[in-house]
């Protein structure tokens, strides 16, 4: 898989640097721009202006954001393909469950060899699905709360 892990949380001087140097990119974007122009300077002094998508830009002040609040950060390619255990741990289920909910057809699968492989894309829909079905219920539950004037 494609994924790009930062084992560990930043350390205290990190989180500061992210969010003083992400306070300084973001008040350089320009969003009417396709792509961000931004100049590296090298250990010997060199620099040199490095043409970059506007999305990258933003991701990029969207991770120091993240640093800078003390998270550790990963990238997921949107068709990126998951064993099981990163699935399970990207939903906070343990692996057994979430097999179950493959086996029950709630998630698609396929199979590498012996082992399934669930896509990034298939497990974001899920999530987002299940969070919706999770919405509706409480608003009935919340309905029916106060057709039954239970004070709340």
Do not use: C, W
Not at 77 to 94: F, G, I, K, R, Y
Not at 113 to 118: K, M, P
Request: charged fraction near 20%; aromatic fraction near 4%; avoid cysteine.
């Amino acid at each position: 898989m494609n994924t790009t892990v930062v084992t560990g949380l930043p350390s205290e001087a990190e989180a500061t640097l992210a969010k003083e140097s992400g306070r300084q990119l973001s008040l350089y974007l320009s969003s009417k721009e396709e792509a961000q122009s931004i100049r590296v300077i090298d250990q010997a002094g060199e620099h040199e202006a490095v043409q970059i998508p506007t999305a990258a830009y933003r991701l990029l002040i969207d991770i120091l954001a993240q640093m800078a609040q003390g998270n550790s950060v990963s990238l997921i390619p949107v068709h990126a393909e998951l064993t099981t255990q990163e699935a399970a741990d990207m939903l906070n289920v343990s692996r057994p469950y979430l097999v179950k909910l493959l086996d029950a057809g709630d998630i698609p699968f396929h199979k590498v060899g012996t082992h399934r492989r669930v896509r990034y894309q298939d497990l974001v829909q899920y999530k987002n699905r299940n969070h919706t079905d999770r919405l509706k219920a409480l608003e009935e539950l919340s309905a029916q709360a106060q057709e039954l004037n239970m004070g709340y």
